[in-house]
């Protein structure tokens, strides 16, 4: 294995005494670093490393993580961070980490997620792969919940969510389903109470998120 890394910190010391750290390791090189993400998503294009490590406590979290994702789909990324909350931490693995390490870890164990992480890894301490089932579990029972209201739409009101997402005013709907407005009016303040929602636009993307709901 001869992994290319990456390093993103915005503490430059910090930064370089990762560099520093991880470039005596036989396997790994280190083919740059820097400290903001403009410069990173610059630099990473260029040099195309095999794994990206951000330091996500200081280089603005998980909005980091899916620009330098977006940058390069390919790479791996190792997030190294503080002891964050729950939701936090879901919000990285959103992101696209495969390999989580707190400032309050070691050397050893930054080198040993990087190195798993490049053999094709997850590396998640204990406490945080629980953290994270259990986000995982919840995130599914309100799926379940979401699919229960979606499921409570009739065919009609359906249909008319289908055409609010194309963009059709409620008088367009009206006269693609040869409708009175009025009764468009009527199925959207169903819709909106049997989704709990207020706007057409927050309807429209609850439906979408079940293809097996849309009608078109």
């Known amino acids: 294995?001869?992994?290319?890394?990456?390093?993103?910190?915005?503490?430059r010391l910090y930064g370089e005494g990762l560099a520093e750290a991880l470039g005596r390791q036989p396997d790994i090189r280190v083919v740059g670093t820097a400290t903001d993400v403009h410069t990173t998503l610059r630099a990473i294009r260029e040099r195309e490393p095999d794994l990206v490590l951000v330091d996500v406590a200081a280089a603005g979290g998980a909005s980091s993580l899916r620009r330098v994702r977006a940058a390069v789909p390919d790479a791996q990324l190792?997030?190294?961070?503080?002891?964050?909350?729950?939701?936090?931490?879901?919000?990285?693995?959103q992101a696209g980490i495969l390999g989580y390490v707190t400032r309050s870890g070691s050397l050893e164990d930054l080198i040993e997620a990087v190195e798993?992480?490049?053999?094709?890894?997850?590396?998640?301490?204990?406490?945080?792969?629980?953290?994270?089932?259990?986000?995982?579990?919840?995130?599914g029972a309100e799926r379940a919940d979401l699919e229960s209201e979606?499921?409570?739409?009739?065919?009609?009101?359906?249909?008319?969510?289908?055409?609010?997402?194309?963009?059709?005013?409620?008088?367009?709907?009206?006269?693609?389903?040869?409708i009175a407005l009025p009764t468009v009016k009527n199925h959207l303040h169903s819709i909106f109470e049997k989704l709990h929602v207020r706007r057409r636009a927050e309807a429209a993307a609850l439906v979408r998120s079940d293809p097996h709901l849309v009608t078109r």
């Open 116 to 139: 798993g992480v490049g053999r094709g890894e997850v590396i998640c301490p204990d406490r945080l792969t629980t953290t994270l089932f259990r986000r995982v579990e919840a995130v």
């Open 150 to 178: 979606l499921r409570h739409l009739t065919p009609r009101e359906l249909e008319v969510v289908d055409l609010v997402d194309e963009g059709l005013s409620n008088r367009e709907i009206a006269e693609r389903l040869c």
């Open 1 to 11: 294995m001869n992994l290319r890394v990456f390093i993103l910190s915005d503490l």
């Open 78 to 93: 190792v997030a190294i961070a503080v002891p964050d909350t729950d939701g936090d931490i879901f919000e990285y693995a």
